[in-house]
């Protein structure tokens, strides 16, 4: 099917810990997975976002990692600050996008 | 460098009325796209734009949705007449290849 699957709905962090969102899909031919951070009245942003043939992929604070055996990949965000509360969007695919069904990240000060 | 740009921003209208969104997409981007985002799920690709041409519009009502890109730049989307249904956010996004879309602001109608 064509659905990402994405938990959990809602995760709450005490700052400074980190937290981890997991997508999983069922299409063998998706080989691009963007992740979106979307904040209330803005639109989805683009934070990182990984390519079949690569595992795993960082950029400061936040990594990726992909395990297409599996079909999932995740999310991780380390030393989370107030700002990254927001709502995250996996996604799969190439020009048509799926997405996920958004985790609501709350990090608490 | 600029964003992409929607306008307007919020829209209230009553059902039966017809109601247009704009979107200017990032300079250089061939590829546009429209996405439908209803309360608290994700974006859901409406109509993709490879230049003036609607290459997948598979999922836009088209007894009542309509899109247009006439100089493969800016591009209008339409809904006449307009049901409860279609509040929502109205996403349009842009990008070089498949990969790496970035969305606008979004448009947020509310139909009464």
């Known amino acids: 099917g064509e659905n990402v699957e994405q938990h959990p709905s809602t995760l709450s962090v005490q700052e400074g810990d980190s937290a981890v969102i997991k997508c999983t899909y069922s299409?063998?031919?998706?080989?691009?997975f963007p992740w979106y951070k979307q904040e209330l009245g803005k639109g989805p942003q683009l934070i990182i976002d990984?390519?079949?043939?690569?595992g795993e992929k960082k950029d400061q604070r936040i990594a990726v990692t992909l395990n297409k055996t599996a079909k999932h990949f995740s999310l991780h965000i380390t030393e989370t600050q107030p700002e990254d509360s927001a709502v995250y969007f996996c996604?799969?695919?190439?020009?048509?996008?799926?997405f996920g069904t958004g985790t609501r990240l709350k990090v608490l000060a | 460098e600029a964003g992409v740009v929607q306008s307007p921003r919020y829209k209230i209208i009553e059902k039966k009325q017809p109601v247009a969104f704009w979107c200017n997409p990032i300079?250089?981007?061939?590829?546009l796209y429209w996405y439908l985002q209803n309360l608290g799920q994700g974006p859901e690709l409406l109509i993709r734009?490879?230049?003036?041409?609607?290459?997948?519009d598979s999922q836009l009502p088209k007894d009542r949705f309509s899109a247009e890109r006439l100089k493969g730049v800016d591009s209008t989307l339409k809904i006449q007449p307009a049901e409860l249904g279609d509040s929502a956010v109205y996403l349009c996004?842009?990008?070089?290849?498949?990969?790496?879309?970035?969305f606008g602001p979004g448009t947020r109608l509310t139909v009464t």
């Open positions: 996604a799969r695919g190439t020009y048509k996008y799926i």
């Open positions: 299409d063998s031919a998706s080989n691009y």
């Open positions: 990984i390519r079949s043939n690569v």
């Open positions: 734009y490879e230049n003036e041409e609607a290459v997948d």
């Open positions: 300079s250089g981007h061939n590829t």
């Open positions: 996004a842009s990008s070089t290849s498949g990969d790496e879309q970035y």
